[in-house]
């Protein structure tokens, strides 16, 4: 079945300590993204990948890292979190970035809370 | 920049009765649009994209939208609401310069008995 998988999907993590939330698909898509949910902004772009070892930031990076050492694999990692990270995070990903009009395929989500 | 704006936050209608869901768009040269569905604890799922041409999409579940360049509209629309039909919708338009899709702030549809 052609998915995007995530993991964990829910998260409960104190101040400071470095966590990574994986992201995995199986449909060979060279574009990969990260976004966060949060009520009343709707989806905000955290970082975004165009193909293995090309990332670049999306509207709202800071406190995130990413890699892309694999075209399957997508990790967001945060290396100190903060209060102000709890939220929804969807992974996603879709074929060819130059074709503009395909649409987005998304992860089931992680909901993460940082104490 | 491209933006979309979803004016109503809920949306109540009654089962069998048609739906609406309102969606605007702002966009420098021709949009992309986009809708999803998101079910409570699953993530979005794609319901319909315009792109060009037909001003009427159809989409999955039941669901059209309709595309209006005058009054820079993207609504959802379905004939007969269904129970199953509440969820979170979002409308989204792609941003080209930025490679990603711009969402708006989402509409939750209640379809009650």
């Known amino acids: 079945e052609a998915q995007v998988t995530q993991n964990p999907r829910y998260l409960i993590t104190v101040t400071g300590k470095k966590l990574t939330v994986t992201c995995s698909q199986n449909?060979?898509?060279?574009?990969m993204s990260w976004y966060r949910q949060d009520p009343g902004l709707g989806l905000r772009q955290i970082y975004y990948s165009m193909n293995v070892e090309v990332t670049d930031k999306g509207d709202v990076p800071e406190g995130y890292k990413v890699s892309r050492k694999e075209k399957r694999n997508f990790p967001l990692i945060l290396e100190s979190p903060s209060p102000n990270q709890t939220s929804l995070y969807f992974c996603?990903?879709?074929?060819?970035?130059?074709?503009?009009?395909?649409?987005?395929?998304f992860g089931p989500g992680t909901r993460l809370t940082v104490l | 920049a491209q933006s979309v704006a979803q004016p109503e936050d809920q949306v109540n209608v009654a089962e069998g009765n048609p739906l609406t869901v309102k969606c605007t768009y702002s966009v420098s040269g021709n949009p992309y649009l986009f809708w999803y569905v998101q079910y409570p604890n699953r993530g979005l799922q794609f319901l319909l994209k315009?792109?060009?041409?037909?001003?009427l999409v159809k989409g999955s579940y039941g669901f059209e939208a309709e595309f209006n360049k005058s009054q820079t509209s993207f609504h959802l629309k379905k004939p007969s609401a269904l129970v199953s039909d509440s969820a979170l919708y979002f409308c989204?338009?792609?941003?080209?310069?930025?490679?990603?899709?711009?969402f708006g702030t989402g509409t939750r549809l209640l379809v009650s008995p």
């Open positions: 449909m060979n898509h060279e574009y």
């Open positions: 315009y792109i060009t041409g037909d001003n």
């Open positions: 996603a990903s879709s074929p060819t970035p130059s074709n503009s009009y395909n649409e987005q395929f």
């Open positions: 989204a338009v792609r941003d080209f310069g930025f490679q990603k899709l711009v």
